[in-house]
Nanobody
């Protein structure tokens, strides 16, 4: 059984940094990608970035490019989202997702991600 558990969210001020963690267990051997999505209050869920499981290639949404970085620790089965220069518009529930679909290596389509965490709240005050 695949489990994704996010942690590290909280309340920070604009300009601060925060690191989210996603601890994964029960991952199938056919993993392709892990990703971060976020859902701002009253809005649709949107992509933040993804990392391919084997090659470690990263891709980011334009809104976070240059400020957020995704890294992974394969030994711990953990993926991190390093967030710098946070802005109030980064306020959202952040979700970790995993995919066994090859299409996830080149898209951010939500339907291509078959495993999801419960989410962690990030609030950035101005």
């Amino acid at each position: 059984q695949v489990q994704l558990v996010e942690s590290g969210g909280g309340l920070v001020q604009a300009g601060d940094s925060l690191r989210l963690s996603c601890a994964a267990s029960g991952l199938p051997a056919s993993m392709y990608t892990m990703a971060w999505f976020r859902q701002p209050p009253g809005k649709e869920r949107e992509p933040v970035g993804r990392i391919t499981w084997s090659g470690g290639r990263t891709y980011y949404a334009d809104s976070v490019k240059g400020r957020f970085t995704i890294s992974r620790d394969n030994a711990k089965n953990t993926v991190y989202l390093h967030m710098n220069s946070l802005k109030p518009e980064d306020t959202a529930v952040y979700y970790c997702a995993a995919s066994t679909y090859y299409s996830s290596t080149y898209t951010f389509r939500i339907q291509d991600y078959n495993y999801w965490g419960q989410g962690t709240q990030v609030t950035v005050s101005s």
